[in-house]
T-cell receptor, first 107, second 118 residues
Framework: DAKTTQPNSMESNEEEPVHLPCNHS???????IHWYRQLPSQGPEYVIH???SNVNNRMASLAIAEDRKSSTLILHRATLRDAAVYYC????????FGTGTSLTVIP | EPEVTQTPSHQVTQMGQEVILRCVPI?????FYWYRQILGQKVEFLVS????????KSEIFDDQFSVERPDGSNFTLKIRSTKLEDSAMYFC????????????????FGPGTRLTVL
């Protein structure tokens, strides 16, 4: 199973940036880093993924450390709708969802 | 925007009964998955399916479980003899095919079927 470590919970004020960290010190050279989120009472939702370079999409940015042992998901302006559990995943043959980081957005 | 759909949204069954959970993946996707989430716990991988056969399965996916793609659109999960501990939310997901498998493509999840075993 993929080996990632995330804080259990984080808080952010609405409309401020949020940086969600993930440690994956045993990552291999071919492991992609995926981020998913799960809003309350919904299925998981893809956020972003990358290999080595930083990635941007309409939802978020992914900053990957040069040694690839850690990454950070960046939400540029948190909204109340971004309150969710965020999962950092290194898929091998299957996705392993850990406990993730529960993000609370404060109005 | 295309989406994965699942039916029913809620299924209640008696212990020992067979249930079939149905999913319609996104039409051009070729990888299909089932996950489950017991209330308050992690999302757990059950099985992946590609080219009409199981690609990977977890230790949870024992002989009581089976999957099938009975036609060109549906993907089903069957639990032969349900137990109380099978009560959970079951999520179906699909992804496009890519060389190297699941590592490169996002998975699209359905809204889930809540299974309650009494």
């Amino acid at each position: 199973d993929a080996k990632t470590t995330q804080p259990n919970s984080m808080e952010s004020n609405e409309e401020e940036p949020v940086h969600l960290p993930c440690n994956h010190s045993t990552i291999s050279g071919t492991d992609y880093i995926h981020w998913y989120r799960q809003l309350p009472s919904q299925g998981p939702e893809y956020v972003i993924h990358g290999l080595t370079s930083n990635v941007n999409n309409r939802m978020a940015s992914l900053a990957i450390a040069e040694d690839r042992k850690s990454s950070t998901l960046i939400l540029h302006r948190a909204t109340l709708r971004d309150a969710a559990v965020y999962y950092c995943i290194l898929p091998g043959n299957q996705f392993y969802f850990g406990t993730g980081t529960s993000l609370t957005v404060i109005p | 925007e295309p989406e994965v759909t699942q039916t029913p949204s809620h299924q209640v069954t008696q212990m020992g009964q067979e249930v079939i959970l149905r999913c319609v993946p996104i039409s051009n996707h070729l990888y299909f998955y089932w996950y489950r989430q017991i209330l308050g716990q992690k999302v757990e991988f059950l099985v992946s399916f590609y080219n009409n056969e199981i690609s990977e399965k977890s230790e949870i996916f024992d002989d009581q479980f089976s999957v099938e793609r009975p036609d060109g659109s549906n993907f089903t999960l069957k639990i032969r003899s349900t137990k109380l501990e099978d009560s959970a939310m079951y999520f179906c997901a699909s992804s496009e095919w890519a060389s190297g498998g699941i590592m490169y493509n996002e998975q699209f999840f359905g809204p889930g079927t809540r299974l309650t075993v009494l």
